[in-house]
């Protein structure tokens, strides 16, 4: 039986549902390269059938288009769903197609997109930036690709969402961020006197103090590095202020989920459709 919740979110003409997939007792791995058999290099058409259906049973009749962004270099990039660079894939057996390849860290979707997206991560939050418009945002949100000391991010995948619906017209102060599903930051150290990190963490809170986030329940040493409020922040300098927390799950605590801390290879998956 699957291990998977759903949450339904409204905002102006904006209705999703973004479903939590976690491993449970079957132990899934819903990264994207558990959907592709060991031929899937010589045969780009050969696909884990039996992993897709999974994804197939969540979806049901909603659609059947599922696009999932490439997250490899966490580069902070948000593309417009009809421009990115897919590979097309229809999957025999399963009725899916899936849109694969474009390497960016998010997606984002026009109002009248009916494509289901899928952010695949142990650890790492995923946002979704809705507009009242219809349009929204799903992209993935780790350390890596809100600060630049860190990945290949010249702008945090936070301001480079925002960007992407303001330019087409919306006003950041109508948005809404639901941010889900990660590590929190008691499980989440970054020591500055780290005997191998250390002196990348020490850049990495120079940065946040440099930006003016130290006080913001960013920086604590101690307690570690508060993803959710480094968001939050870097979302308040750009004007959008409503950013909630969608669940308050901690990947790194919680054994329902997979969880790069610990070690895990496998990935949670973060689905979303319109409803």
């Given amino acids: 039986m699957l291990d998977t919740q759903s949450f339904h979110y ?38 884990n059938t039996e992993s897709l259906q999974h994804l197939r ?3 049901r009749t909603y659609t059947d288009v599922l696009a999932i962004p490439s997250v490899i270099d966490f580069n902070g990039v948000v593309e417009r769903t009809h421009t990115a660079l897919f590979e097309r894939n229809e999957v025999g057996g399963v009725g899916l197609v899936l849109l694969y390849g474009s390497q960016v860290d998010g997606l984002m979707f ?5 494509k289901a997206c ?17 349009r929204y ?3 993935h949100a780790g350390r890596n690709s809100l600060l630049p000391v860190f990945g290949t991010a010249k702008i945090s995948v936070v301001e480079n969402a925002i960007r992407a619906l303001t ?4 006003e950041p102060s109508t948005l809404r961020i639901v941010v889900h599903l990660g590590i929190k930051a008691g499980s989440f150290p970054h020591q500055s006197l780290h005997l191998q990190y250390g002196e990348k963490n020490r850049a990495m809170w120079q940065y946040i103090r440099d930006k003016g986030w130290w006080s913001d329940g960013i920086q604590n040493e101690r307690e570690g590095l508060n993803l959710f409020a480094l968001i939050r922040r870097q979302a308040h300098t750009l004007g959008v202020y409503t950013v909630v927390h969608g669940d308050f799950f901690d990947t790194y605590k919680d054994p329902r989920w997979w969880s790069a801390r610990r070690g895990d290879t496998e990935r949670n998956g973060v689905l979303v459709r319109r409803r």
């Avoid at 026009?110 to 009916?114: E, F, I, L, N, T």
């Avoid at 899928?118 to 219809?134: F, H, Y």
């Fill in 167 to 170: 330019s087409l017209g919306d």
């Fill in 110 to 114: 026009d109002a009248s997109d009916k």
């Fill in 118 to 134: 899928l952010i695949s991560s142990a650890d790492c939050p995923t946002i979704v930036v809705m507009a009242k418009s219809g």
């Fill in 137 to 139: 945002v799903v992209a």
């Fill in 57 to 59: 049973n969540i979806l």
């Fill in 10 to 47: 409204s905002h102006g003409s904006c209705h999703l549902v973004v479903t939590l997939c976690a491993r449970g007792e079957e132990r899934i791995n819903w990264s994207t390269k558990a959907f592709r058999t060991k031929e899937f290099q010589e045969n780009p058409s050969l696909y």
